[in-house]
């Protein structure tokens, strides 16, 4: 996942500034030397990384943090404010035309991500109850409009393809007058890229975005691609006017360096972020939240955002009343672990439970763990799955071999099982869980 090691890495060096009765102006440079390593190990511009130290460290040495009771928070309270402020402070919305159709032009090089980042920004405005039109504007590439008239079908969007001889101005001019008509309120454009910025590519962008009144031009970079996404970045912003970014692979080993430096280097926020292959997998950036997961705060807020997509609200209300009444079985389990796993990869949801990397120490997120579950509960009959407590030695020895598994994950299982639901009983009762979160069947 993005932003780990750097997570971890600065949340090591402010945890010897935690707990400290008082702090020395050299404790606060040895933490902010570490810091600075840190951001720039992570690939962050180096201007950018010396900047952000220096205002850590002038809040930092300030009456407010030396002379607070615990001055090592206050000085994590400052990180987490100066890396909320670097990554841009606050949601930043999308514009929407006075008069419909919205025009949004997706820019970037080849490779980037483009047509299917305009196919996900499509899926997530119709969830919106926007009615969204999808233009290929990529006149060079015919492999390009297939893409998107495949994805627009997989998402029951419209896809506005060229006709005869149309040039990408025609084009999308044509189509925002037939969107206008058709009632669609918003045009998504997939631009043409190429290998590397030249003269033909911002010309026919210009020409583009001339022939309409364009409310959005988001450039598309891969986050993969650390400190060069951001020098792309500068590039683009400083022939055209771009305004705002979309991190792409933001999901993946990236060191998160572009995310921490784009706003400060070229002025234009990240407005949205890829955080996988999936048509569903792109979220909204939201810099406080992306602050408080780097410094292992969590991010409770997007979590309970996935689950209410996820989870079915009358199913949900149905096993809240199992739960109270006692009656929480295997199969509530498998239902539940399964729901989990479709709001996204464990290892993004794990780093959204606050203190959840503390609590569960080295315990690492394994995927397969959940097929294995799957096989243990699924060899189980079904008076076993409704009453666990039946389940005794010779019974786990017939599951262990009808799943192909161990009678020790058997047990590791059904211990797993109990903890969950002694914690999902107390939370649904309004208590806070007591003791170590349990490891979950996810984890090895």
């Known amino acids: 996942m993005a932003f780990e090691s750097l997570s971890e890495r600065i949340q090591g060096a402010l945890k010897k500034l935690r707990g400290r009765g008082k702090l020395s102006e050299a404790d606060v440079d040895a ?9 720039l190990e992570a690939d962050v511009n180096f201007r950018v990384a010396r900047s952000f130290v220096n205002r850590v460290k002038e809040r930092a040495v300030g009456v407010e943090v030396m002379e607070s009771l615990t001055p090592g928070q206050q000085v994590v309270k400052v990180v987490n404010e100066e890396l909320t ?3 841009g402070g606050s949601e ?21 991500g483009k047509t299917t980042t305009a196919a996900k920004l499509a899926r997530l405005l119709r969830g919106r109850g926007r009615h969204p039109v999808m233009v290929a504007g990529d006149i060079h590439r015919p492999a390009a409009a297939d893409q998107l008239e495949q994805l627009g079908a997989t998402i029951e969007v419209p896809v506005r393809r060229p006709r005869n001889d149309e040039d990408p101005a025609t084009l999308v001019k044509n189509a925002v007058t037939e969107a206008r008509k058709g009632g669609q309120d ?5 631009t043409a890229g190429r290998l590397h910025i030249d003269g033909d590519l911002m010309e026919e962008l210009a020409s583009m975005a001339s022939a309409v009144q364009v409310d959005e031009m988001l450039l598309v970079l891969d986050a993969m691609t650390g400190q060069d996404a951001v020098t792309m970045a500068e590039e683009f912003t400083s022939r055209i006017s771009v305004t705002g970014i979309v991190l792409t692979k933001l999901d993946g080993d990236a060191r ?10 070229t002025g234009c926020p990240i407005k949205f972020s890829g955080v996988g292959e999936k048509l569903e997998d792109l979220e909204v950036f939201h810099p406080e939240r992306m602050a408080s997961r780097i410094l292992g705060m969590g991010d409770v807020l997007t979590l309970i955002e996935k689950a209410e997509q996820g989870m079915d609200e009358e199913r949900a209300r149905q096993l809240s009343e199992r739960l109270m009444s006692d009656q929480f079985t ?5 239902e539940q672990l399964q729901q989990v796993r479709q709001m996204g990869p464990l290892d993004q949801l794990m780093s959204m439970i606050p203190g959840a990397s503390k609590q569960l120490g080295a315990a690492e997120v394994d995927e397969g763990e959940l097929v294995k579950t799957e096989a243990i509960i699924r060899s189980m009959t079904p008076e076993e799955r409704a009453r666990p407590d039946i389940i005794k030695r010779s019974r786990r020895r017939r599951i262990a071999t009808g ?9 590791r299982l059904l211990k797993q099982y109990q903890a969950t639901r002694d914690m999902l009983k107390q939370m649904s009762r309004g ?11 996810f984890m090895n």
């Open 31 to 39: 933490a902010m030397r570490e810091v600075r390593m840190a951001l």
């Open 85 to 87: 402020s670097l990554m």
């Open 92 to 112: 930043r919305r999308l514009e929407t035309a006075s008069q419909p159709p919205t025009v949004i032009m997706l820019l970037g090089l080849q490779g980037s």
């Open 186 to 190: 918003t045009v998504i454009v997939d």
């Open 256 to 265: 998160g360096g572009a995310a921490l430096s784009v706003l400060e280097v």
């Open 330 to 334: 295997l199969d509530d389990f498998l």
């Open 403 to 411: 799943s192909g598994t161990r009678v020790q994950d058997v047990n």
């Open 431 to 441: 208590g806070m869980p007591r003791g170590k979160m349990p490891r979950m069947p």
